[in-house]
């Protein structure tokens, strides 16, 4: 089913109320999720400290005087914890592990204040006690960026944890107060990191999908504009592809004043081919022969295309003459090598092209097109030579006008 069909909605609406995906899509929000959460983290940890510090300083400050040295050794810890989270949230390489550390730096810090005031005495000291509780719920709740279920785990395992330190070691916890602190805020907070997470993935879906369709219309595009300069039938490049690319390599070659060479390849007899053996077959004939004249334009400004009908065109800048019939030669060797039945070429019985090579160093007054009727030229050469072989086009010698002195 694709992504970005509706019916995936049915599957993945719900995955957001409950908070799971399909296995894939939760794999990659929770990905998302962890880079989105340490990335904020590395930021929040400094306000977390800073609300740490007038938390302890404020209850420093209100605390009796016979209780502040016990209330400073045991709330430094939870400084220590948010100090070691923060620290580890700089380094990249943890960036995967931050669920693990900073849940269970929250369990720890949760486990630390729910256990503290069932060490104190003092109805006053107890309740400043308290408030410590709430800071660390909200602050884990709603600074760390845990997901919803691992925050759940760290606050309800931590003050588990801190209840039962309380009750084996100190003289327990104080639950009319607890059910209005502890109790009260983790219920209140659940609630807003659950509505926050259901936020966070639906902003994820979305932003998925959205990717997913861009993507999907840049491939479409991409495919529209390969199909516009790409024969259908061989996969080679078309006729438009190859007009550009010859007036770009003419006009780099102009430039640096290297030779240019093209050459025109036909199939002999090729229309009694067609009618002999079919159409069909026809086209199969001229994929097999696209596919071996593709391995003759590898290098990076080679062009091989197909020119319309049973003729191909390859465009060569940088070669000059001796390579540029080396390479024809090689052509015409390689396709009658392919051992392609023809009845109807009375001189092999075999498919043969035939090829017409033109080389020119581009100058000012000359044009790519008369390059191009060069190789024609050239192709027509080679087909009355009896087929099966190639021609380099050669200017016809000037005709010098020799005056009659008789006559004078």
């Known amino acids: 089913m694709s992504d970005t069909d509706p019916r995936s909605r049915r599957v993945v609406v719900p995955g957001v109320r409950w908070l799971r995906f399909p296995r894939r899509l939760e794999t990659e929000y929770r990905e998302y999720q962890c880079r989105e959460a340490v990335e904020g983290f590395r930021v929040n940890a400094f306000y977390i400290l800073l609300l740490y510090l007038l938390l302890i300083t404020g209850i420093y400050a209100l605390a009796p005087e016979a209780v502040r040295g016990r209330w400073l050794a045991t709330y430094i810890w939870v400084g220590v914890i948010v100090l070691v989270a923060g620290g580890l ?7 995967r ?27 006053v000291s107890v309740q400043l006690a308290h408030v410590s509780v709430i800071y660390a719920l909200v602050i884990v709740y709603a600074m760390v960026g845990l997901r919803f279920p691992v925050a759940v785990a760290a606050c ?28 009260g805020v ?56 190859f007009d550009e690319a010859l007036d770009r390599e003419w006009r780099r070659c102009q430039r640096e004043q290297q030779p240019l060479t093209i050459m025109l390849v036909d199939v002999d007899c090729f229309k009694a081919y067609n009618d002999h053996y079919g159409h069909l077959q026809g086209d199969r004939c001229l994929q097999q022969l696209s596919s071996e004249l593709r391995r003759y334009g590898r290098r990076g400004g080679d062009v091989v295309a197909r020119f319309g009908g049973e003729e191909f065109v390859l465009l060569y800048p940088g070669i000059a003459d001796t390579e ?7 052509i015409c060797r390689s396709i009658r ?37 060069a190789a024609d030229r050239a192709l027509y050469q080679a087909k009355q030579s009896g087929r ?9 010698p000037r005709v010098r006008l020799v005056k009659d002195d008789k006559g004078l």
């Open 337 to 373: 090598a392919l051992a392609m039945p023809h009845s109807c070429n009375p001189d092999t019985g075999e498919v043969t092209v035939s090829v017409g090579v033109a080389v020119l160093t581009p100058g000012p007054k000359q044009t790519a097109r008369a390059l191009l009727d």
């Open 97 to 123: 592990y931050f669920p693990w550390y900073a849940g269970l730096g929250s369990f720890l810090a949760v486990a630390v204040s729910m256990a503290i005031p069932g060490f104190i005495d003092g109805s």
């Open 186 to 241: 983790s219920l209140l907070g659940m609630f807003l990191c659950y509505t926050s997470e259901v936020r966070d993935r639906q902003l994820f879906f979305n932003q998925r999908q959205l990717l997913r369709q861009q993507q999907r219309t840049q491939a479409l595009a991409e495919r529209l504009h390969r199909l516009s300069r790409e024969d259908s039938l061989t996969g080679l490049a078309n006729r438009r592809s």
């Open 324 to 330: 540029a019939q080396q390479l024809a030669s090689r």
């Open 388 to 396: 099966d072989t190639w021609r380099l086009y050669e200017p016809p």
């Open 89 to 95: 949230a700089q380094v990249s390489t943890l960036n």
């Open 156 to 183: 309800w395992g931590g003050g588990l944890l801190g209840w039962w330190l309380s009750e084996r070691f100190g003289h327990g916890v104080d639950w009319q107060v607890a059910h209005r602190t502890y109790t």
